[in-house]
């Protein structure tokens, strides 16, 4: 077994790729970052540079080569997870995949496959599952404090993300219910114990970005649990002020709210403006709510640091393949359920043909008949 730190690639030089070289840099003592693999030359430059990354690879498959990288992680757009974890696979080296797994549940089933053909480990990019102040309303209600838990809610809302292939339903395979609610759905079932999903039901529509999108904007969704609790799970890219995180938790005995973000800010006026506050805010002027230890407050870092030892064989995956794929069966009933305006029993599938999950809403019966009035 190799010794010293896990050698880390990164693929991808944008938005996640730079969290997770950050939370690499917050906690250096099991891994670090050797390489970085990105298309476009002067962003993988760029990147190198800013995180002190020695290698730069235009062609993933070219950082595959590289016999002392333990550990890749993905941080490109959702249509290219399943080619880039078989790939990595192939090379004997562990992934971590960001979510959501993949756009088809025959690409996770196939990810999944790969992974334990080669005998590496394919680790979830949930973070969720290792968000400190989260983890503190499970350990409580794991301690009993909540007594029988019977609804449990997580919503993530901002105003749209950053780059364009989101955006492209193509590219990305669905909107704020694919994009957010992934976080939900995989939230209230590691919440509950993995107690498996009984039905699905969704409400969406595109309110505001009907000009950039034909992807919901905002989406509503509840889940069925066996063990008799639901989730509602509330998601947008319509939602003005920045990135907002929450939960909710109510049992017969109690009850417990986390806000990550205004729940563990600066409440702040200024006049003149500043530096950063939060995740996809607008403005520094006027009331804000500027969060400190962002990356530590979601759990990437920690989350990180868990899958390098994993990749040692010091712990096993909190978050894995398989739960993105429970993931992906409850996105697609999902957006089958708002397609066909009615409760979806799992286990569901799709008819056959279906490309991506937002199709079953874009095509089924709900829109056509709101096209008729
Ligand atoms: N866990 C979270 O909270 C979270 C947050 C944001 C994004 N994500 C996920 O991370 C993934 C990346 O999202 P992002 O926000 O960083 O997107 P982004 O658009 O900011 O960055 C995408 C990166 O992928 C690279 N890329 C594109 N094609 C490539 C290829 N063929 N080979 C190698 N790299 C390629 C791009 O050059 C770019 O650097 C998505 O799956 C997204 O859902 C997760």
Known sequence: MAEGKVKVGIIGSQF??????????????????????????????????????????????????????????????????????????????????????????AEGEEMIAAAKQHGVLLMYGEELFFTPKYLKAKEMADAGAFGKIYLVKQSEKHFGPHSPWFWDVNRSGGGALMDLGCHGIAFCYFFLGRSPIKSVYCQMGTYVHADKTKAEDDSLCILEFANGAVGLIENSWARRGGMDDRIEVFGEAGVTYANLHMGNALPTFSENGYGYAVEKAPTTKGWTYPVFEELWNYGTPQELAHFARCARGKENPQATGEDGLVVLHALYAGYASAGEGRKIAMPYQPPPGVKKPIDLWLNGPTRAQAAQR
């Open 16 to 105: 996640q790729a730079d969290i997770h070289a950050a939370s690499f840099q917050i906690m250096p003592h099991e891994a670090e970052v050797v390489a970085i693999a990105s298309p476009t030359p002067g962003n993988a430059a760029a990147f190198a540079k800013r995180f002190g990354i020695p290698r730069v690879f235009t062609d993933y498959r070219e950082m595959l080569k590289e016999r002392d990288i333990e550990m890749v992680t993905i941080a490109a757009p959702n249509s290219l997870h399943a080619q880039m974890t078989k790939d990595i696979a192939a090379a004997g080296k562990h992934i971590v995949c960001e979510k959501p797994l993949a756009m088809t549940i």
